[in-house]
């Protein structure tokens, strides 16, 4: 009986693992571009920025013109190398969070929120070197063959500024409270929403179901998340001044961007963001939901 029990808690573990890294691979692969994108427009400093872009549809037109089709998957080998022991992570310690909040006295639908937060958090500290090196590959506008790999950019980070708050994990707080709140209304509105909206028997329906569910959870969990989003970006990105640190921290760069932007430069890049994780969030989480029940059932 002793002996079952850590085979039994081994075996969820790996389910947990196995499917949420699945997830966060199949939906980078199908979602990156929209992230580059997304990254382009929040580290363009206004119109007085001589490389903006005018549009969405300008972005994706000068970005395929000047840097060709593998220009969308710039900065893509950080996230894959990344995103699937990510999001083992998210759901792996989601699960685990969520368990011990059952000994807490709050409610099941806070527990929810805050074993998201619990999650993000931890997912955070994970990735926040692949997101440092992802960022500078995604800000150069180079065509793709001249580019730095992925390794040899880490390097230079590290030559250069070393592991920490200003190299490799620059924008470390900015990227806690991105994945923080995300994950903390992603799942709580998701399993929340879903307990609450009865299921269908017919199996076409029943994924639409989820779909929706998780398409507005990730829609919601965007917009609020993304002023954070944007600091991470100035941080992590190049700074406007060679040699000159002008984005330094999270709420300092959020102040300096409203102040000399205006307050709806905290939300730029919303649109491909919206697009990337409103229906990357529902991939995610359908990924995640029918690989794990196809382990539990077959393994």
Known sequence: MTTNKPQSMLREASHQIIAGGSAGLVEICLMHPLDVVKTRFQIQRGTSDPNSYKSLGDCFR???RNEGLLGFYK????PIVAE????AVKFFTFEQYKKLLTFTPLSPG?????AGLGAGLTEAVVVNPFEVVKVSLQANRDSFT??????AQARRIINSDGFGLRGLNKGLTSTLGRHGVFNMIYFGFYFNVKDA???SPDPTLEFMRKFAIGLVSGTISSCVNIPFDVAKSRIQGPQPVAGEIKYRTCFQSMA???REEGYFALYKGLVPKIMRLGPGGAVMLLVYEYVSGWLQKNW
Do not use: D, E, N
Request: charged share 10%; hydrophobic share 45%; net charge positive.
């Open 62 to 64: 000068t970005i395929f």
């Open 75 to 78: 900065g893509i080998l950080p």
């Open 84 to 87: 699937t022991p990510k999001r």
């Open 110 to 114: 806070l527990a929810l929120s805050v």
């Open 146 to 151: 001249k580019q730095l790999s992925s390794f």
């Open 197 to 199: 909206i009865p299921s």
């Open 256 to 258: 300096l961007v409203y």
